[in-house]
C-alpha cells in the first residue's frame, strides 16, 4: 500500500471485511501467554483467517506449527512455506493423493482418521512412497461429531493397523466442539477437563498396548480459556480466539472490545415510519449464522452495529433481519437517523466469525483508525 | 474439457458445486413460457447462478435484459457483453462513481433509488457525464424492506427530481419478498396480486401527475409462479427458479426433480452406535440457512441427502446438523451404512440456493449422468 492519501475505510466499497491490527495480535498474544502459563504448546487453527499473513502473529514459536479444516488451506499454507500443517478432519481415501502432494511442500504436513478403513487406505497409499504418511486419531470427546471414544476398542485396532515403518502416528487429537453448547464457564470447565481426560486416556491405552504417542491434542477457543490443567497434552488447538465474534463473548472467550473482524456496510435506505435502515451487507456479507439466539448471552440479531470506528453506538442496535444483500437495523428506540444518514458507513460485528469471513477474499487491515493500513489475502473453498 | 476419459463426479475433489444442464434448460423453458402466456416480458435475475455461462438459457430473446443484486455482478455481466443490466438494490451515493464506470460497457445499466437524498446526488453526478445514468423508483409492495409505499407523497417527489435530460428514469420496480412468507397457493396468489397493484398504483399516479413511465417492474420466483395477471406491468423479474432449491419446492415453485443445483459431499466417517454419518460439506458448502424449518413443507435440516446420480435414497436422509467443514447425517431410521460407505459421494438439495451456491467458484455441470460435461465459472462477492 504506497502512495498517498492513505485509502480509508469511509472510501472503500461495502461490503468490506476490516480486521483491526492491534486486536488481533492482542489477541494472539493473550493465547500464546495462556498457553505459556498451561505449560501447554499452542497449535493456532487457521480455519478462521486463512491468510498467510496472520499466521505470523498466531504462530507459538514454541510449536511452529498450525491446524487447517480443508486440504485447500493446507495447499494454501503449504504454499507460502509453512511445514507442519496439521489437517484437523478426517480425511476419506479418495483425497489421499492431494495430501500426498502436499507432503512434497509441507513435510510435516498431517491429518486426522477415525476407522480401521481409512488407515488400512492410509498404509497402502503409504507405502507405495518413499516418505512416510503423518495421521493423528481422532478421539471422541463428547462431541459426538467424528472421532472414536476413548474406551472403543478401535482405538487400539486403527492404531494397530498404522503401525507401520510407512506411516508415521503423530498421536491423539479431540476437539470438544460441544464446548459451544455450554452455558456457563462451569459447564466450559467441565468440557474442558473431559476433553482432556478423553484424549490422555486414550494416549495410556494405547501406551499400555505397546504402541508409543507422543502427540496429545485437545482444542477449541472457548476449552483452551476454560482449561485448567494440561497434565498429558502436548499441544492446544484454537482458532477463533484470534479474530473473535458475538458468540464467543456470550461464552466468555474474549471482552466485546476484543473483537477483531467487522463488516464495513454502508446505509442505503431510511424509512422513519418503521423505525428501520437497511444496509448492504445481508445475508452473504454476514452470514445466516444466529448463534447468539442460542447462546448464553443475548441475542444480537445477525450482528451488532458499530460506528466506522467500530465503537458502540448510543443504543445497541443490531441487524434484526437479512435478505440476501440487505440488512435491516430495526429497534425499539428511536433510530438516530440523523446520525446514519444514507451513504454513512457502520460496522457490523458477527455472530460466527468463520462463517462471515468465508464470504470474502481479502481484509482491509486497520489499526484503530479509519485508515487502511494493508490489505491482506485469505483463501476459501475447497479446490 | 478435452481429453480422455471425462471427468466424473465421483473422481471430483469435494465438496463441489454441481449443476443439472438439462433441468437448467427447463426451468429456464418453463419460466420463459409461463410470462410469454402471461404477456410479460422475462428479465431474469442473475443473483442466484451468477454465471455467463447460465444466462444465454436464461435470457428472455423478447427482452434481452438481466438483473442483478450487486455491482460486482453488474461488472461481470457487463465485461462479459450484457448490455441491459439491471441492478436491483437501491444505490447509496458513493457507489455512483462505480455505476458510471458499467455504463461504459453496459450503456443500458441501470438501478435503484428510494429516496429523494440519492435521487440528487444521482442528478448531480449525471450532470457531469455525458450520457445519461439509468434508475428506477423501488415501490414497497408489502415487504417492507427497501422501496416507498405507492401511496407516499415521496414517489413523486423522487421522480420529480429525477426528472432532468442527464437522467433517463426507467420506471418503477418492486420486489414482494415477502412471497417467502407465504404458506399456501391462495396466499402467493394475493402477495402476487398486490405486488402487481402496487406498482401499477405508483405508475398510474406518476403518469397523472405528468411524469411518464415506461418500465414497471415486478418479481420473485414465487409470484411469479403464482401470477395470474399481467395488467400494467412491463417485465417480471425472478432468479431462483434456474436452480430451485427446497424452499422454492415447499412454496410450490417447482418439485422436487425440477432442482438443478446440488452439493456434491463424500462420506468421511461412519457411527453406527450414534447411527449418524458424517461428510465433508459443512456449514460452508451448505450455508446456515435453515428455511425448511420456517417453510410450508417438511424441515430439511441443511438438506436432503441424494446419491451420486441425484436421486433420491430409499429412505429420505437429511443433514441433522453441521459445523464448520463437517454435516451430521443422522435418522430415525436405521442408516444404510454398507450403500454410504466411508469415501463414497453423495449430492445434497439445499434449503436456499442463493446462498449455498455462493460458497463456489465454479459449477460441475452434469446432464444426468456422472460424467461432468463442462465446469462454468461464478462471480462471487463485491470488490
New interface residues.
Partial sequence: MHGNPKPTLA?A????LVLDLGRLKANCERMKNRCRELGARLRPHM?TLKSIDAVRYAIDPSHGGIAV???NEAEYFAKRGLTDIQCA???????LP?AVDILRGAPRFSFFV??V??AQ?VVEVARSRSSPLRVWLEIDSGE????VAAEDPSVLEIVRVLNQPAVVFEGVATHA?HSYRARTPEQLRDVANRERIAVVRAAQKLRAAGLPVEGVSVGSTPTAVHLSNTEGITEVRAGVYMAGDLFQVALGSLRLEDVAVTVLA??????PA?N?I?V?AG???L????STAVGPGPDMGYGLVLDLLGHRLASDLTIIDV????G?IRSNSRIPFEHL???SKVRILPNHV??TA?????YLVVEGSDAVEDIWERT????
Fill in positions: 472510501g466499497a461495502t461490503p468490506a480455519k479444516a480443508t486440504l478432519v478426517c480425511i476419506s481415501p479418495d483425497k492431494r477415525d476407522s478403513q481409512t487406505r459426538h461429531r467424528t472421532g466442539g454502508t446505509v442505503i435506505s431510511h424509512n418503521l428501520q437497511v448492504d445475508a452473504l456479507a452470514s445466516k449464522d444466529r435478505h440476501q444483500e440487505h435491516e444518514p444514507i451513504g468463520c462463517m468465508a464470504m470474502y477474499e481479502h476459501n473453498g475447497w479446490s
